[in-house]
């Protein structure tokens, strides 16, 4: 079964890696431009956010991070056994990172571009986070990749 070849490990280390890249790179990398664009002049400060649902936005993201994970190692899985049926090399490195780079475009560009299109926010903010999810999912690929 497709679930049985995943490191449930790699998905644990990746998943709280992306929170800590999450953090590095919104709150001190880019924070105060990345926060002025995305939340307005003074930041969150004119957010009236309470403790409980900063609680339940940090166990969401965990969630959503770890289901990440997963989603990317079973891609990662099939797309290295397609290059058998398909012809292309499976297992050399830098085909497995235009591969993570074209899923990465093709699933965050929408959600990244969206903000700017839907929400009206800067595109700092849409550089901001197309870019951790470009490191993101080039952490996600290094590690699947070193330790499966």
């Known amino acids: 079964m497709l679930f049985d070849v995943i490191n449930y490990w790699a998905v644990f280390v990746t998943g709280i890696l ?12 880019w924070a105060k431009p990345y926060q002025k664009h995305m939340y307005g002049k003074n930041g969150q400060e004119q957010l009236n956010v309470s403790k409980a649902d900063k609680i ?8 959503v991070s ?27 490195l830098s085909n ?3 591969f993570t780079m074209l899923l990465a475009a093709g699933y965050t560009l929408p959600f990244t ?3 700017k299109v ?11 986070d197309t870019s951790y ?16």
């Open 18 to 29: 992306s929170l800590v890249l999450g953090f590095l790179w919104m709150a001190v990398i």
């Open 56 to 63: 339940q936005s940090f166990v969401i993201y965990i969630v």
């Open 66 to 92: 770890f289901v990440t994970s997963i989603a990317f190692a079973i891609c990662l899985e099939l797309w290295q056994a397609g290059g058998q049926a398909f012809g292309y090399d499976g297992e050399r």
């Open 96 to 98: 497995a990172f235009w």
């Open 113 to 115: 571009v969206g903000k």
């Open 118 to 128: 839907w929400q009206f926010k800067s595109w700092l903010v849409v550089a901001v």
């Open 133 to 148: 999810e470009i490191v993101r999912f080039t952490m996600l690929l290094l590690v699947f990749w070193f330790w499966t």
